[in-house]
């Protein structure tokens, strides 16, 4: 069982930036696709970015590319999301997922994660 805790969240200005954290209690030395999503009120789930921790290979949704960054702390077991220049319709409830034992390919449009975390609000006002 993995356990996913999200940090980092709160409150910006647009154009502001925050770094979101997920603890994860997984082991080091296997395969996990980690994702970050997000949800805003009255909208679906959608995939933000995500880190391959065997390849070490990202995938980020198109409308992020170039602002986010996702990376990993191997050793403190850490997933990161840098979030720049960020939007009003950004805000939402960010979450981190972690899938093991996966096929194929880890990027932003996998839905079948088996682990999420509680999620971290981000509000960005105008």
């Known amino acids: 069982q993995v356990q996913l805790v999200e940090s980092g969240g709160g409150s910006v200005q647009a154009g502001g930036s925050l770094r979101l954290s997920c603890a994860a209690s997984?082991?080091?030395?296997?395969?996990?696709?980690m994702g970050w999503f997000r949800q805003a009120p009255g909208k679906e789930r959608e995939g933000v970015a995500t880190?391959?921790?065997?390849?070490?290979?990202?995938d980020y949704a198109h409308p992020v590319k170039g602002r986010f960054t996702i990376s990993q702390d191997r050793a403190k077991k850490t997933l990161y999301l840098q979030m720049n220049s960020l939007k009003p319709e950004e805000t939402a409830m960010y979450y981190c997922a972690a899938d093991d034992g996966f096929r194929g390919r880890c990027y932003t449009g996998k839905s079948d994660f088996k682990y999420w975390g509680q999620g971290t609000q981000v509000t960005v006002s105008s």
């Open positions: 997984i082991y080091t030395f296997n395969r996990y696709c």
């Open positions: 880190f391959d921790t065997g390849s070490r290979t990202t």
